[in-house]
């Protein structure tokens, strides 16, 4: 079993200043939004970001 995992906080930070996210989708549905990031490369998916005080949906 996969067990999800968030990013710490300060390596989210990094990421985006390495040049490493290729593309970031921030969007809503009804009253949540959602944030999601692709990592640069071939074959790159998007990844759910979530705050630590949001529940992990599976």
């Known amino acids: 079993m996969i067990v ?3 990013i710490p ?3 989210l930070r ?3 200043e ?3 996210v290729s593309d970031a989708l ?5 009253e949540k939004w959602t944030l999601a990031i692709r990592i640069a490369g071939v074959g790159s998916r998007w990844l759910p970001v979530h705050s ?3 529940a992990l949906r599976a």
């Open 14 to 16: 990094v990421v985006p």
């Open 18 to 20: 390495g040049g490493a």
């Open 26 to 30: 921030v969007s809503r549905h009804c």
């Open 4 to 6: 999800p995992r968030g």
């Open 9 to 11: 906080k300060k390596a």
């Open 52 to 54: 630590r005080r949001e």
